[in-house]
């Protein structure tokens, strides 16, 4: 049987001449509400609202689903026209109607957004909309018209979610019926009373004046940094000009993770972004790809290599799901051997991370010592081939041992478990707080440093390490 929407617009006296004739011809006739303030309108063509629907709902969407079932079930025996309040395609189960039922017309009515965005008289030409039910789903635009905040609950969500994108301090409008004020966000959650016909409208500030920004707004910056009346440095970089930079804030990003400094990971992750922003915007202007490109490439790469989420594979734990990445990896950068794998790490690495890499790809292969005992044989061994070399004083063998024995540490390292750069940092630290306790040690002795005996050096080591033990 055939399904009629209709949208009965924001107020009485909203609804169409087509749909006013659907309904004078109808028999069987839904009104979502009748708390909606234009549903005198359906009622007196003898509409039969479904708030006992309400009743009987836990959330917002299983209320939807339930609206749609009764009006699909009834659709079953007799025609149906279903009415809502505003448009039609700000409802959602219609939208669930409309994607289950082939036969189902539309009569459109004036939206809730539409009446909003006229009474907060927004100077965008654009804006988003939707309802307070799916504010998570609203991202950052111009501007925004959220409607259905009918409750104390809706209301605070609202709020939260402006306040990411606006900032709390920015001034919006609060639509309730017929009226319409000015308030900040954060008073969103503050306001006497909330009913099915209460709104926000809100649009942002000026570029240089909002109170928050996001990733395209920092891109946009860059861009306008670079135009013409920019600023000169901005303009005269190239991406292998600021390529030390990245290197450089990623490195100061993980000092301040490294002292659990909330704040300074803030603005470390930030200049991070700025890097990243600032590559992308040089390759926009060469024409080799966009903001957009690099974004899409990252989430199909996540949605690819995790496969055991969004696939096929299992991953039961951690080290399983580790191995399902790398697989994908491969598969993702046509590497058909292990030779490849080892080859794709990054030479720009520091040495000791590249070697625990292509360690730990090569134990892939299955090509890996039993335990961390018997890679430290193997260290044993490189200790005796490097002492030979210094014995012979030939540099270079002596460079190549080195190399060997490094590199034998490290497979030590990592097949105990142990991150071989966290423990070198943490090695080189210890070094300086026994180094700081000597020094100091030797110099409350009156002793100097450069015209102390070997005797002497040991002695003073020996206390700065008693002196030390606790950290």
Known sequence: MKVTLIGLGAEEGDLSLRAQQALEGATKIFA???HMPCFDCAAKYGAQPLDHIFESSRNFYTLNKKL??????????SDVVYCVDGAVCEDAACRIILSRHKDTQVFEGVSKAARTASLARLKCGQYVSLSAYDIKNLKSAPAAVVYDIDSDFAASE???RLTELFGEELFCTFVRGNSAKKIRVYEI?????YDCTCAVAIEESDFLHKERYDYADLLEMVRILRAPGGCPWDRAQTNASIKQNMIEEAYELVDAITRDDDDGIEEETGDVLLQAAFHTVLKGEQGAFSEGDVTTRVVKKLIFRHSHIFGKDKAADE??????????KMEEKHQTTFTESLKAVPKTFPACMRAQKVGKRAAKSGMDFLSPLSASEKMGEEVVELLKALQS????AAFEEAGDLLFAAVNTCRLAGVDCEEALAAACDKFIRRFEAFEQLATKDGKSLPDMC???YDYYWFLAKNATKAN
């Open 189 to 193: 959650d503050r306001q006497r009373e």
């Open 68 to 77: 749609a079932a009764a009006v699909l079930s009834a659709a079953k025996e």
């Open 158 to 160: 609202v709020k939260q």
């Open 454 to 456: 070997d005797a002497e």
């Open 319 to 328: 080290n399983s799901a580790l191995s399902v990445w790398e697989k994908n």
């Open 32 to 34: 979502r509400t009748a």
């Open 393 to 396: 004083e030939n540099k270079g």
